[in-house]
């Protein structure tokens, strides 16, 4: 029972992303890096500003790109190489970028697709761009280390106890691997870093591994999300290291000009192509008769696939409420009221997968006794139950339902009552309730999304499941700003949890519930979901 409840508390710690490694503390660990790394001769004493060397940049290069905790001989110590516009990507690429009169430098990271591992340019920092910069410029033949340089590297960066300046010695640093590991851990606790994002820059396992196969980004977006982050995770430890007492230990000298700036530089100005937002384009560069033309490099989709776009999804729902816009009349046959009512219980079950993320193979429907007053409901998802919310339009959905329901059950007076526990439910030819199937639902949606292409498009579209409604819900959670979501947000509305999280371990607050519901609400619009219409005549109804 301990080391359960022990496992629960762990996972709901990692759920709620945790608290961001102490920036003065790391502040301070830099200070000793830098301090460490400086030439020493013996018996001179050294000066707390020191030229900028290569083991700076090999420093820095292997801390943001998160390949220092992995380090665990001298050999593995890579060989930066500088390549031009022209080279594809590779590991330990860098490269420059200029447009607009400014210098930027890119770095290769790996992505690990299906079945390969490819690499993707990757801007550096901000705060340290005028560092890679420089040095580059001017050391852009000094990029290797010797076997000696890389052993004396490996010694100071991993086998030597850090020593600390003597006026710092009053300070507690932080330990070698927490500092190593600062990026990894800022993105893992960072609630707006989405998991295909998280998922290049750290090499912890996601918390929820089953969230990366509904979440779908291309490479120019990961490349943005990871550019602000790296931003964010660097800008908050620029006013600490500027601090009096660790300012000159984290200064370097620029060996050219002797000038002294400091290791994370805030730069005023950025080239074009970084300053839009959403998206990072990467380039190639092409030469042609003296001219250098930066070509654009097509993005590669990472992760799910299976979501189907919204115009898709407005134009089928649009359909299906074409379908459904006349009510049968008063005097219509059975046949006709109970197909009618059949149409519109599919209709409601799509609705209903596609407005709250629930799984088709899982819950169709919602029981009546599990339903609170059509504001939230239980259902079972993999043999749990979740608590669900129930969006404005489809509680209109269902209320206009029921309505229908009422009238055809006191039409056809079913003889079979033994089906008719879930909200909504089928009527077969004999007149008795039968249960929605994930099957049939999957039959009428196939049937009606080849109709309704084949109609409007003139041509038949590609076989679609319920299941990619709730891939689309996923994608617009992932993508939606209004209001942007968490990741332990989305992770709640697609019921994904683990042990402690389930119903009845969890907290919910009410600003996240009110979040959560806010979204929700905005989704029908965002799909452009016609109006909820009365599914009877007005004859009908007045009786």
Not at 15 to 40: C, F, S, T
Not at 130 to 146: G, I, N, P, Q
């Amino acid at each position: 029972m301990g080391r359960q409840s022990n496992e629960k508390k762990r996972n709901r710690a990692n759920n709620a992303g945790g608290v961001p490694v102490d920036a003065y503390n790391v502040a301070l660990a830099i200070a000793n890096v830098l301090h460490e790394l400086r030439p020493k001769t013996s018996g001179v004493l050294t000066e707390p500003t020191t030229p900028l060397n290569l083991y700076h940049i090999y420093f820095l290069y292997l801390w943001i790109a998160g390949h220092l905790s992995g380090i665990e001989r001298e050999q593995d110590i890579p060989d930066l190489v500088l390549v031009s516009g022209r080279v594809d990507c590779a590991l330990h690429h860098l490269r420059r970028v200029r447009e607009g009169g400014v210098s930027w430098v890119e770095y290769a990271i790996p992505c690990a697709l299906a079945k390969e591992t490819v690499y993707l340019w990757q801007p550096m920092p901000e705060a340290l761009n005028a560092v890679f910069s420089y040095w580059l410029t001017h050391h852009d033949t000094e990029l290797r280390l010797t076997k000696m340089q890389k052993k004396q590297l490996f010694w100071r960066l991993k086998k030597r106890k850090l020593r600390t300046p003597e006026a710092l010695r009053s300070q507690l640093v932080l330990r070698k691997d927490l500092l190593y590991s600062y990026i990894e851990r800022m993105a893992h606790c960072d609630p707006y870093l989405s998991l295909p994002a998280q998922k290049l820059i750290t090499a912890k396992k996601v918390h929820h591994h089953s969230a990366l196969s509904y979440q779908m980004l291309n490479c120019d977006q990961i490349r943005y999300e990871i550019f602000c982050a790296h931003n964010r995770y660097l800008q908050r430890l620029i006013p600490q290291i500027n601090q009096r007492h660790i300012k000159p230990f984290c200064d370097v000298r620029l060996p050219t000009t002797g000038a002294l700036i400091p290791v994370f530089t805030t730069l005023n100005e950025r080239p074009p192509y970084l300053k839009k937002a959403g998206a990072i384009v990467a380039f190639t560069l092409e030469l042609t008769e003296g001219a250098r033309t930066y070509i654009p490099i097509p993005p590669i989709s990472i992760g799910s696939t299976r979501a189907i776009p919204i115009p898709k999804l407005s134009l089928f729902f649009g359909h299906l409420r074409q379908q459904l816009a006349t009510a049968p009349e008063k005097n219509a046959s059975q046949d006709a009221l109970r197909e009618y009512y059949n149409a519109r219980t599919y209709e409601l079950a799509l609705l209903f997968v596609l407005l709250t993320g629930a799984r088709p193979t899982h819950h169709i429907s919602i029981e009546q006794e599990a339903c609170f007053d059509l504001q939230r409901a239980l259902i079972k998802d993999k043999g749990r139950y979740r608590l669900i919310d129930i969006p404005n339009y489809l509680r209109q959905a269902i209320e206009s339902y029921l309505k229908l329901q009422a009238h055809v059950l006191q039409t056809l007076a079913p003889n079979d009552a033994s089906a008719m526990g879930p909200l909504w439910y089928l009527i077969d030819e004999n007149n008795a309730a039968v249960a929605l199937t994930a099957k049939t639902l999957r039959l009428f949606m196939h049937a009606q999304w080849q109709h309704c292409f084949q109609q409007r498009l003139g041509s038949p579209e590609e076989k679609v499941v319920p299941y990619q409604l709730r891939h689309s819900f996923a994608q617009h959670a992932l993508m939606a700003t209004h209001p942007r979501l968490t990741t332990q947000q989305i992770d709640v509305l697609m019921g994904h949890s683990e042990l402690g999280e389930h119903l009845g371990s969890a907290y919910a607050f009410q600003a996240c519930n009110q979040t959560l519901i806010a979204h929700l609400n905005h989704w029908p619009s965002r799909l452009q979901l016609s109006a909820i219409t009365p599914c009877l005549s007005k004859k009908d109804r007045a009786l």
